[in-house]
């Protein structure tokens, strides 16, 4: 049983939650997405763990559910993204996963689409973990690679084992999205392995293709 938190982690939580809530609805008025291939059909998106502020745009957040970690920082994340009319369900592969992937599971087959940062909480950086694939196997829902870039100064890469993006001020952005990639029903853990790597070759290309491509996405 987890250890009740003390008054001044409670505090502590708070401040943040505050400060990050500031942050989300001041940006969110000066930061400009623009999604390039949108899917129009429901989705499972995989997305870096870096990228995870390209939420913003987000199209029909009404039925949009983030997967975001059960830790503090998460609790934070996920009480702060409720400004922005993001929902969240709360795990990772060391906490709440199994429990988390259910409810996922569940908020697909409900018609909602779900976000997953496929390398998250704690990589390793660019890695996809199978939990997306088994969701995906399960539900038929298919999933759609991310990418996110922008060249402005105001799009800042922090020093942390992702090297977290986060835009600071007016700032222009593209996201762009790949092609829907459908997991067959039943796999052998070899095979699931290889769906991983499909996925994340895909996502990489993705970003090749964005970073030396950008400003003629920016203008379409």
């Known amino acids: 049983?987890?250890?009740?938190?003390?008054?001044?982690?409670?505090?502590?939580?708070?401040?943040?939650?505050?400060?990050?809530?500031?942050?989300?609805?001041?940006?969110?008025?000066?930061?400009?997405?623009?999604?390039?291939?949108?899917?129009?059909?429901?989705?499972?998106?995989?997305?870096?763990?870096?990228?995870?502020?390209?939420?913003?745009?987000?199209?029909?957040?009404?039925?949009?559910?983030?997967?975001?970690?059960?830790?503090?920082?998460?609790?934070?994340?996920?009480?702060?993204?409720?400004s922005l009319n993001i929902m969240s369900v709360r795990g990772s592969s060391k906490r709440r996963g199994v429990a988390a992937s259910m409810e996922l599971i569940e908020k697909l087959n409900e018609g909602n689409s779900v976000g997953i940062m496929v390398d998250g909480p704690r990589g390793p950086n660019g890695k996809v973990k199978d939990g997306i694939i088994n969701i995906a196997k399960i539900t038929g829902v298919p999933i759609i690679p991310v990418a996110w870039h922008s060249k402005d100064k105001t799009f800042f890469s922090f020093n942390t084992w992702d090297r977290f993006i986060a835009p600071f001020g007016p700032c222009n952005t593209v996201a762009l999205y790949g092609d829907p990639i459908f997991i067959p029903n039943e796999l052998t853990k070899e095979q699931t392995q290889l769906w991983c790597q499909k996925v994340e070759d895909e996502m990489n290309r993705l970003q090749k293709d964005l970073e030396e491509n950008y400003e003629k996405y920016l203008i379409l």
């Open 1 to 82: 049983m987890a250890l009740e938190r003390s008054l001044k982690e409670k505090i502590q939580l708070k401040i943040l939650t505050k400060l990050l809530k500031w942050y989300f609805l001041t940006e969110q008025h000066l930061l400009k997405i623009k999604n390039v291939n949108y899917p129009k059909r429901q989705f499972i998106f995989s997305m870096w763990h870096r990228h995870q502020c390209l939420t913003y745009g987000v199209e029909d957040k009404s039925s949009f559910y983030a997967l975001i970690s059960a830790s503090n920082d998460g609790e934070i994340i996920a009480n702060a993204a409720k």
